[in-house]
Structure formats: structure tokens, C-alpha cells
């Protein structure tokens, strides 16, 4: 399976953006999927993770009330609805697969990720 992470760009404080991760293989859907950021200079941090249902759900305190993830495995594709956008919220964001089937909750560590996309800029001007 190979991961193609879309949807970054640049917006003002307070603003949205939407980012996509399509899979390539109908198994994605199978997967849990963690949504991942690394700003300049600071480890990589885990932001969201859903399951393969959709029915289990994680988000990192810090984006907690501003981010939505969610899944259609129709499409192949989970998303990152990310509202209030901070300036602190700059990263690189990357989507990810565990590899690992029907899984029930989503893992929160990102050494449990082993299918990784390419990565997208989102970068947040106040």
C-alpha cells in the first residue's frame, strides 16, 4: 500500500484546511491510520489517529476541539479537518498506516506505523 497525503497549504490564524490521505490498495481501509506533524527543529508528534471502522478515535490535547478526523474506505481516503488553525500548528503532516488488519483502537505510538505518505506543508501566518 502506498499513502498520498494532499490538502496543505497556507492560511491565515483562524482559518481551515482539509488534508487527505488516499491509499492505493482497497486494504488501507483495513488499517488504522494516525495523522502525524513535525515542525522545524521538534520531534514528530502524533495529532489524530482513527481506526479502520472509524469507531475509535484519538487526538492529541493540543488539537483537541480544532481537528476532525475521520475515514470513507469507499474512497480509500481518510481526512484531516483541521478548523482555528494556530501559527504553532506550522508542521509538516504526514498520514500513516499500521499495517495491521481490523484492528479495534487505533495506535498511539508512532513505531506502530510502518506504512508512511509523503507528507504535506501547512503553514499558519497570524
Known amino acids: 500500500v502506498q499513502l498520498q497525503a494532499s490538502g496543505g497549504g497556507s492560511v491565515q490564524a483562524g482559518g481551515s484546511l482539509r488534508l487527505s490521505c488516499v491509499g492505493s490498495?482497497?486494504?488501507?481501509?483495513?488499517?488504522?491510520t494516525g495523522w502525524f506533524r513535525q515542525a522545524p527543529g521538534k520531534e514528530r508528534e502524533l495529532v489524530a489517529a482513527i481506526s479502520w471502522s472509524g469507531g475509535r478515535i484519538y487526538y492529541a490535547d493540543s488539537v483537541k476541539g480544532r481537528f476532525t478526523t475521520s475515514r470513507d474506505n469507499v474512497k480509500n481516503t481518510v481526512y484531516l479537518q483541521m478548523n482555528s488553525l494556530k501559527p504553532e500548528d506550522t508542521a509538516i503532516y504526514y498520514c500513516?498506516?499500521?499495517?495491521?488488519?481490523?484492528?479495534?483502537?487505533?495506535?498511539?505510538?508512532?513505531?506502530?506505523?510502518?506504512?508512511w505518505g509523503q507528507g504535506t506543508q501547512v503553514t499558519v501566518s497570524s
Open positions: 500513516a498506516a499500521d499495517g495491521v488488519r481490523f484492528r479495534t483502537a487505533p495506535f498511539v505510538s508512532s513505531d506502530e506505523y510502518h506504512i
Open positions: 490498495e482497497r486494504t488501507f481501509g483495513s488499517y488504522g
